[in-house]
């Protein structure tokens, strides 16, 4: 069973658009999450995490968090196409001891 | 303000030479972890270290791969007798803490192609 699922997309949106991106994970016991972002050829980089169940805003971003649907997402408002990469969803699980988990990504293209 | 360094940028090997990747974390970090990313998939998580100590190599292929991280110096990712399958992107992360609310910085990544 797979830990951290993610729609592969793409996801395309228009400029302005909210793009909204989702993630379900495998362990209830999970307590950190974390957004990603990752541009073509480059490395991952945080978008922002969330611990406590409700939202958390970030200037355009929220990240949104149920742990008993087992179920995290991110809001981008306002798309812009410097948006348009693939969104990493990342969960702290002991079901894989003490490493930081990854979904396989979630590909944003932001249409102008 | 250095982030964390890996080297090299790209490395291309011939099948069944070793390749070495090299990570030293951000300046006050002492947790390393490396990830694999094979073409179009996701990080998968190979090895978590601290100074001295392999503390998780639940991730790492049981033959040809090793790693360390010793008391002076980088981090180091062994991969031994190369095979084509190994060519993807190594990423390296560090953090100040360890596992569970800790945010990993990334490195920009060891690219290995294996000819």
Redesign the interface.
Known sequence: QKEVEQNSGPLSVPEGAIASLNCTYSDRGS??F?WYRQYSG?????IM?I?SNGDKEDGRFTAQLNKASQYVSLLIRDSQPSDSATY?CAV?TNQ??????????TTLSVSS | NAGVMQNPRHLVRRRGQEARLRCSPMKGHSHV?W?RQLPE?????MV?LQKENI??E??MPKERFSAEFPKEGPSILRIQQVVRGDSAAY?C?SSGR????N???????SRLTVL
């Open positions: 307590q950190s974390f480059k490395s991952p980089e945080l995490f611990y990493l702290w894989a001891g003490t490493a930081l988990i990854f979904g396989k990504g | 972890y990830y998939e996701g990080l998968k998580f978590y503390i998780d639940s991730g990423f992360a360890g596992s569970g609310a945010v990993l910085t990334f490195g920009a990544g």
